[in-house]
C-alpha cells in the first residue's frame, strides 16, 4: 500500500499555487444542498447533511494547486503532439488529487486514515505513456479498465451502437460484445482538454474543455458509422475543498444538431490504498431501491427493478464480498456487481444534489459519501481486471481491486422512451454535477 505520512502531505501544502487563470469555478454552492436521511454504517438512521459549502470551511489555511508538465502526446483531432500536465490541488487536512488534462483523468486520490496516515484511495497509472496505451486503447487492443477517465459522449454502452434522434438514425463504433461502450474507440478519455487553473472561494482546481466535432467518434476514427451528431463544447471542471470534496461539474452545449450526452468519472475506489489487494471487506450502502437489469450483452431490458430481496439491495451497509458470489443470474452476466442502480431522489428537484452512495473501509476508518446531481448510479466491482495491470505502484490489480461509483443517465437510455432523457439540444445548457467526500470514522 502506498502511504504517506500527514507530514508530507503539510510540507506540500507550504508549496506556492500555480498563478489563477481564472478566479471564478465553475461549480454550484449551497443553493442546492438538502438534509437527507441516510443510514449510517453501524445501521442507525441518521440526519446527515449534504456536502458543505466550500466557503463554511477551511479557516486560515487555503487550498493549493501546482502545474507539473506530464508528458506530451498526439491528440487524435490534429494529429499534433500536445503538452499534458498534471494538476496537484492539495487541501488543509492532507488531502491532495492529482488530475490530468489528458483523459479529464484522475490519478490519484491521497486522503489520511484514521491515524492521519495518507493512501492513494483510486487506481491508476505512473506514466501517460501507460494512460495512452492501456487506459482504453482503440481496437485491436483490448478493452481497457478506464481509470479515472471522463466518458464520454455516452457513458456505459448503447445497444448495437445505434440510436435515432429527431427522425435520423445514428451508428457509432461497437467495442464490446456487440454494443457501444463509453463514446467508442476514442471517446473523451483520449483527447488532450484545454486547461485553465481556477481558484476562489476557498477552493482550487481546473477546468478542462473539449470540443468534440459533429460525427465525432464516426469517420474522424476510422469508423464507417456517423459518429455522434452536433458539435459539442463540454468542460469538466475538479475542484477540492478544505472539507476534502472533490467536485466534479460538467457543462456543455451543443451545435448544428441534437445529440445524446451522458458522461460520468470513471475512478476505481479503494479506501485501504489502491495497492492494497481485493475490496470484499469495504462496506457499501446505495441509495437506490432499485436498478435496472440487464441481458446477456450488458444492455438494460428495460425493467426497473426493486432490488429488496436480492444481492443488489444495499440501501443498508453490507460488505461488498458477502453476495458477490451468490448465483443470482445478474452476477453471473456481469461477473460481480457491474449495473445501473435508480437513485433514491424523491422530494429533490432536477439539478439537486442528492446522496448517491458510501462506502467504509472498516481497517482504516476511510469513508466515501457520494453525492450527484444525476439519476443512477454504475456501481462496478472491477470484474474485469484480470491481473494483466500494473498500476502506479508498482503493484498488479486483479479482480476488484477497486470499485466505481459511475454517476449517470441510465445505460442505453437513448433506446429507451421509459428511462430519463439523455438528448441535449442547440440552445440548452447541460449542467451536472457529483461530488467525492472524504471522511474517516
Ligand atoms: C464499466 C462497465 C464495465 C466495464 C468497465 C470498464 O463502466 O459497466 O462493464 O466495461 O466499465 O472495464
Known amino acids: 500500500m502506498r502511504t504517506r505520512p500527514l507530514s508530507a502531505l503539510r510540507k506540500a501544502i507550504a508549496r506556492p499555487a500555480a498563478p489563477a487563470a481564472s478566479l471564478k469555478p465553475r461549480t454550484r454552492t449551497g443553493a442546492a444542498l438538502a438534509g437527507v436521511l441516510v443510514i449510517g454504517m453501524a445501521g442507525s438512521l441518521a440526519m446527515h447533511q449534504a456536502p458543505l459549502p466550500a466557503a463554511a470551511s477551511g479557516g486560515t489555511c487555503s487550498p493549493t494547486i501546482t502545474t507539473t508538465p506530464f508528458g506530451t502526446t498526439i491528440e487524435p483531432y490534429t494529429g499534433k503532439p500536445a503538452q499534458v500536465f498534471q494538476y496537484t490541488l492539495t487541501n488543509c487536512t492532507g488531502m491532495q488529487v492529482k488530475i490530468l488534462n489528458y483523459g479529464g483523468i484522475v490519478q490519484s486520490i491521497a486522503v489520511p486514515d484514521r491515524h492521519g496516515h495518507a493512501a492513494d484511495v483510486v487506481l491508476g497509472f505512473q506514466t501517460l505513456n501507460e494512460y495512452v496505451s492501456q487506459d482504453s486503447p482503440p481496437p485491436p487492443a483490448p478493452g481497457g479498465p478506464y481509470f479515472g477517465e471522463t466518458i464520454g459522449r455516452y457513458g456505459n454502452r448503447i445497444a448495437k451502437g445505434t440510436f435515432t434522434l429527431d427522425g435520423n438514425t445514428y451508428t457509432l463504433p461497437i467495442n464490446n460484445n456487440g454494443n457501444s461502450l463509453h463514446g ?165 428537484q432536477t439539478g439537486q444534489l442528492g446522496l448517491a452512495a458510501r462506502a467504509w473501509d472498516p481497517a482504516s476508518g476511510r469513508e466515501l459519501t457520494v453525492w450527484t446531481t444525476e439519476p443512477g448510479v454504475q456501481f462496478y466491482s472491477g470484474n474485469f481486471l484480470t491481473g494483466s495491470i500494473v498500476g502506479i505502484s508498482g503493484h498488479t490489480y486483479r479482480q476488484s481491486a477497486g470499485y466505481t461509483f459511475e454517476t449517470q443517465h441510465y445505460p442505453d437510455s437513448p433506446n429507451h422512451p421509459n428511462f430519463p432523457s439523455t438528448v441535449l439540444r442547440p440552445g440548452q445548457q447541460f449542467d451536472s454535477t457529483t461530488i467525492f467526500r472524504f471522511s474517516t470514522f
Not at 473539449?210 to 460525427?215: E, F, K, Y
Not at 467518434?217 to 472533490?246: E, K
Not at 462496506?283 to 438494460?300: E, F, G, L, R
Open 184 to 348: 467508442g474507440f476514442v471517446g473523451f478519455g483520449n483527447h488532450v482538454w484545454a486547461p485553465t487553473v481556477v481558484q476562489g472561494n476557498g477552493t482550487v482546481g481546473v477546468q478542462l474543455k473539449l470540443v468534440s466535432p459533429d460525427g465525432d467518434d464516426g469517420a474522424n476514427v476510422g469508423c464507417s458509422c456517423t459518429g455522434y451528431p452536433g458539435t459539442l463544447t463540454m468542460f469538466v471542471t475538479y475542484t477540492l475543498d478544505s472539507s476534502s470534496q472533490l467536485r466534479i461539474h460538467y457543462t456543455a452545449t451543443v451545435a448544428g444538431k441534437a445529440t445524446v450526452l451522458n458522461p460520468t468519472n470513471h475512478s476505481y475506489f479503494n479506501l485501504a490504498g489502491e495497492s492494497s489487494g481485493d475490496v470484499y471487506a469495504q462496506k457499501v450502502m446505495i441509495n437506490a431501491d432499485s436498478y435496472t437489469p440487464t441481458d446477456k450483452t450488458q444492455i438494460p431490458t428495460g425493467v426497473i427493478a426493486p432490488v429488496k430481496g436480492t444481492p443488489f439491495d444495499f440501501t443498508t451497509p453490507q460488505t461488498i464480498g458477502s453476495r458477490i458470489n451468490e448465483s443470482d443470474p445478474q452476477l453471473l452476466i456481469g461477473q460481480g456487481y457491474d449495473h445501473n442502480w435508480v437513485l433514491n431522489r424523491a422530494g429533490l
